[in-house]
């Protein structure tokens, strides 16, 4: 296989940087795809070249296949990574890039089907000897048959989509009188979500532990574990923060659940990175897991793993996808220290992890010692709502847990991130529970022992929230330095424009649009006379070889328009001139 020189990744926000970083450090050109929406994100701008897709919504970008392909081809891109979400586990979208003479950095398509209906993994967890939780083999025709189950195998009885994952088409039965209406409403919920009503059942644990073990294998046939992820603290079965080492598990348990896992990825002819997720409990006979499922992609949460073994998951794919081995054994895995990864989402703790999407204002990152930031933000980045809230991952490394939780507050407490709510208030009070510190929480904890309600956002003028913390100015007179203390009374929180807008400038006779960033005019869209809405493209102005479209903050009529096509104008020059009203 020849080796990789120009990778497309089909993907946005962090992880689109991630693997832009992992390419080049290997010397590898990279190429960027983005939305309507994220022109002016900061993924954009790591690559070496970037191409609009088209309208924000996934369908029209980020989920069009020809599209991506065709900015493949344009590209001259001779790979494609697809990141996670979006298209990473789509089975057709695997084989178009390899059709279309592309490498394909991730794992085989077949591999991704066969994990992706659960009851056929299931039957290869049973091929591989993998224990999973006591459960129907076959899709289930009607409720009639879950109260047989549960005299066997006792209630409650969990109820799952076959071509589900995450938390849809999931339904708990904990009684006969709820089987009939918990049937039809994972069913119609299959349906719509998956296009299959396929439903299945298995015993119900109560209160498990969300554990899963990070794999690689390569195409010769070797795969290795790379330690486990304890993923219990979910909020809706999305993840909010995950560790590794898990506090729960014992060295025994993890070399069990380790092989069982290499033992499922060699059963289904598995190679790239991926992962398999457990259910892990205490039972009366002692620690025990179940298989639950197997992700056949790059996961948010692998710079935990990444931190504790120091293989770099994302060179291993482009490795492992040009054909080559793998470098080491199991043996030669170690894991050393302990990794907390806090997924800094624009969430709102408070009003139960309701999304908050926004415009970013100020914004500084931690850093220091032992702490990773993998961001897709900057001050100004939209953070919109067509997306996942993710903003970035906050990562920190300890010698051991307790140092990495001492590094996780101190890191959470030096983000700033204004404009939006964020989950930072959150993490910082679950890492500095005691509950937290013994380890003693499950995948029930969040949603049955935590009341955010109160949790104080530190948020100016939000009722309740004190006002910000005053701000030190350093200033300088006639040679003397001095520090002056800000209090902002009124709490506003300066909001700066994102950087698609044209900075607007009032003048006598209506509103002058001026460049926000020195460029080349490409196109001009409007001419005078054009009645014109806010948000209205009035022109496209090249700059660091991406087109940017400058909009007009205002309802009113174009006056004049001051530049032509193919002109090169300073930042702050006026563009022009909208009559409001
Ligand atoms: C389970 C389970 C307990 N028993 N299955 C299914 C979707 C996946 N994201 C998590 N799922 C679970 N399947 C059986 N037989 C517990 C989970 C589970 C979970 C369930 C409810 C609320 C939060 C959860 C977090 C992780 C795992």
């Excluded at 109820?159 to 209406?181: C, I, S, T, Y």
């Excluded at 299959?196 to 073990?213: A, D, F, G, K, V």
């Excluded at 908050?356 to 919109?384: F, H, K, L, M, Q």
Aim: glycine share 10%; proline share 7%.
């Amino acid at each position: 296989m020849p080796r990789i020189t120009r990778v497309l990744v089909a993907n946005r926000g962090e992880i689109a940087v991630r693997i832009f970083r992992a390419c080049r450090e290997l010397g590898i050109d990279t190429v960027a795809v983005y939305s309507e929406v994220d022109r002016d994100a900061v993924h954009v701008g790591f690559a070496h070249e970037a191409y609009l897709l088209g309208d924000t919504a996934p369908s029209a970008s980020y989920l069009s296949i020809p599209k991506i392909l065709a900015v493949a081809g344009r590209a001259g891109a001779d790979a494609v990574h697809p990141g996670y979400g979006f298209l990473a586990e789509n089975g057709g979208f695997a084989r178009a890039v390899i059709d279309a003479g592309l490498t394909w950095i991730g794992p085989p398509p077949a591999a991704i089907e066969a994990a992706g209906d659960k009851l056929s993994a299931r039957r290869i967890a049973a091929r591989a000897s993998v224990p999973s939780v006591p459960g129907s083999a076959e899709p289930i025709a009607g409720p009639e048959a879950i109260t047989p189950f549960a005299e066997e195998h006792g209630w409650p009885v969990a109820l799952k989509a076959a071509k589900g994952g995450g938390g849809r088409g999931f339904r708990v039965v904990r009684g006969a009188r709820e089987a009939e209406e918990a049937f039809d409403g994972v069913t119609r919920e299959a349906e719509l979500s998956f296009g299959s009503s396929e439903i299945y059942m298995e015993r119900y644990l109560e209160n498990p532990r969300h554990i899963e073990i990070q794999i690689l294998a390569d195409q010769q046939g070797n795969a290795v574990y790379l330690g486990e992820r304890d993923c219990s603290l979910q909020r809706r079965h999305q993840k909010l923060l995950e560790e590794s080492p898990s506090p729960a598990l014992d060295a025994q348990t993890r070399k069990a659940m380790g092989e069982a896992a290499v033992s499922f990825a060699k059963e289904v002819g598995y190679y790239s990175a991926g992962t398999v997720e457990f259910l892990y409990e205490q039972g009366p006979d002692g620690p025990r897991f179940f298989f639950l499922e197997m992700n056949t992609r790059l996961q948010v949460e692998h710079p935990v793993t990444e931190l504790v073994t120091g293989v770099d998951l994302a060179h291993a794919m482009i490795r492992v996808a040009e054909g080559n081995p793998l470098t080491f054994s199991q043996a030669e895995v170690t894991l050393r220290g302990h990794a907390i990864e806090c997924r800094i989402n624009a969430e709102d703790p408070t009003s139960d992890f309701l999304p908050n999407p926004g415009s970013i204002g100020n914004y500084s990152e931690p850093g220091g010692p032992g702490v990773r930031v993998d961001s897709g933000a900057r001050a100004g980045t939209v953070i919109p709502p067509s997306y996942d809230s993710l903003i970035a991952k906050l990562i920190c490394y300890g010698a051991d847990r307790e140092e990495a939780i001492r590094r996780t507050i101190r890191a959470l407490d030096e983000y700033r991130i204004e404009g939006l709510v964020t989950t930072i208030p959150f993490h910082r009070l679950v890492v500095s529970s005691p509950w937290f510190a013994e380890g003693t929480f499950s995948t029930k904890t969040i949603e049955n022992d935590l009341d955010l309600s109160k949790l104080d956002l530190g948020l100016p003028g939000k009722a309740g929230a004190p006002l910000p913390k005053p701000r030190m100015v350093s200033l300088e007179l006639e040679g003397k330095r001095f520090e002056v203390k800000f209090t902002e009374l009124s709490g506003r929180q300066s909001k700066p424009k994102p950087p698609d807008q044209a900075s607007r400038s009032l003048s006598g006779s209506g509103d002058t649009l001026t460049a926000p960033m020195q460029g080349t005019i490409v196109k001009v869209l409007r001419a005078k006379g054009d009645r014109v809405k806010a948000g209205d493209a009035i022109l496209v102005l090249e700059a660091m070889k991406m087109e940017n479209q400058i909009t007009c903050h205002v309802d009113g009529v174009v006056k004049e328009i001051r530049v032509k096509p193919g002109q090169t104008v300073s930042i702050g020059a006026a563009l022009a001139v909208v009559e409001t009203g």
